[in-house]
């Protein structure tokens, strides 16, 4: 089998895109979505296309964004890479929501590239849903038709309700 990076890294985020809407483990989620994000900001470079990493950087502060790329690069330095200097080292803070940004900032590269998945697509959906003081764009009536309004509801029933589209999507039928 032949695997280029454009297909490691959209297998990588639509595995993390579902591993996030299923609620598993967060470790793996954050390094399969941070692994994924690298190749894409890098295919975007090398495609003439603005890589999510700029697009962020321009958007920040100048003051503030060593802090802000710190705070985003610790947990995918943290289990991505060993410190012989402090074996027994912790990640302090590690919350659902870097998980959110770390899909986001592949689904964005992605979507610049024009090379979106059902997954990335869907996830995009989703979230303009559920975090609409934080997208640009307004959701679809097509949107709120496949989640319905669940920007209230907590995380886990959204994800129920994200992993529930998803698969009828994927399998034209609703899960169970």
Not at 77 to 97: C, E, I, R, V, Y
Request: glycine share 6%; proline share 5%.
């Amino acid at each position: 089998m032949d695997v280029t990076k454009l297909s490691a890294a959209q297998s990588q985020l639509s595995t993390a895109i579902w591993l996030y809407f299923e609620d598993r483990d967060p470790v793996s989620i954050h390094t399969l979505a941070t692994a994924a994000g690298e190749i894409i900001d890098h295919l975007c470079n090398s495609r003439g296309v603005q890589s999510t990493r700029q697009q962020l950087r321009d958007a920040i502060k100048p003051e503030k964004r060593k802090e802000v790329f710190d705070k985003l690069d610790a947990a995918r330095n943290f289990f991505k890479h060993a410190s012989w200097k402090k074996p027994d080292q912790t990640l302090d803070g590690f919350n659902d929501d870097r998980n959110l940004f770390a899909i986001l900032f592949g689904v964005t590269g992605l979507l610049s590239m024009r090379e979106e998945t059902l997954e990335t697509m869907l996830f995009r959906s989703w979230i303009t849903i559920v975090l609409p003081h934080l997208i640009v764009n307004r959701p679809s009536p097509e949107q709120v038709a496949i989640f319905g309004d669940i920007r209230n509801q907590p995380r886990s029933e959204q994800k129920k309700v994200g992993y529930d589209a998803l698969y009828y999507h994927r399998h034209g039928r609703l899960p169970g």
